[in-house]
Structure formats: C-alpha cells, structure tokens
Nanobody, 119 residues
C-alpha cells in the first residue's frame, strides 16, 4: 500500500501564502492522478486541485489563479502552493492518489494537514 504523508500546514494571515507538500512512499506519479482535497468543519470534502500522470492540471473555481499544484517526480512529492489565502480556505488538506487497477478504482489518502487562515 502506498503511503502519502502531508506536511507544511499551519497558521497564515489573510492574503498570505503557504505551500503544503505530499510525499509518496513509492514512484506513483506516472500511473496515478494526484489530487489535493480539503475539508472544512461541517462541510464535505472537496477537490481543490489535481494533476494527471501526463501533467494536466485542474482546479476548483474557488482557487483558480491563487493555488498551483505541481510535482517533483524525482522526489515523489506533490505540492500545493497557495497564495492570496482567505479565511474560507481554512480546512484540513488531504493528498490523494487515484488510478484504475485491474479494472477497479484504486485510491490512497494521506492523514491530512491543517491550514488555518486567520488574523
């Protein structure tokens, strides 16, 4: 089972920037779509950004122009650079790896990292 470990969360003021990282225990980027999700208190988990094995990125409308997803294949690490942060970006951010294996959907989640945007 692939392990995903997030890091880099913390407290940041509105308008500030933060980068969270997700380190994978194996080389999985060539066969998986990597995604960042977030879940705020009493809200459902939502997709924030994703990057396919081919490098195509996708963003939620709420973060377009402010967040950037990237990856370092040599380090088995995917990043989410967050800028112009707003209080409504406060949530636990989760890393996800997803693919199809033997005709079935496969997914792995990290433990999450807390991001709090507050003055």
């Amino acid at each position: 089972q692939v392990q995903l470990v997030e890091s880099g969360g913390g407290l940041v003021q509105p308008g500030g920037s933060l980068r969270v990282s997700c380190a994978a225990s194996a080389s999985i980027f060539s066969s998986n779509t990597m995604g960042w999700y977030r879940q705020a208190p009493e809200k459902e988990r939502e997709l924030v950004a994703s990057i396919t094995s081919g490098g195509t990125t996708n963003y939620a409308d709420s973060v377009k122009g402010r967040f950037t997803i990237s990856r370092d294949i040599a380090k088995n690490t995917v990043y989410l650079q967050m800028s112009s942060l707003k209080p409504e970006d406060t949530a636990v951010y989760y890393c996800n790896a997803a693919s199809w294996r033997d005709g079935k959907p496969w997914s792995s989640w990290g433990q999450g990292t807390q991001v709090t945007v507050s003055s």
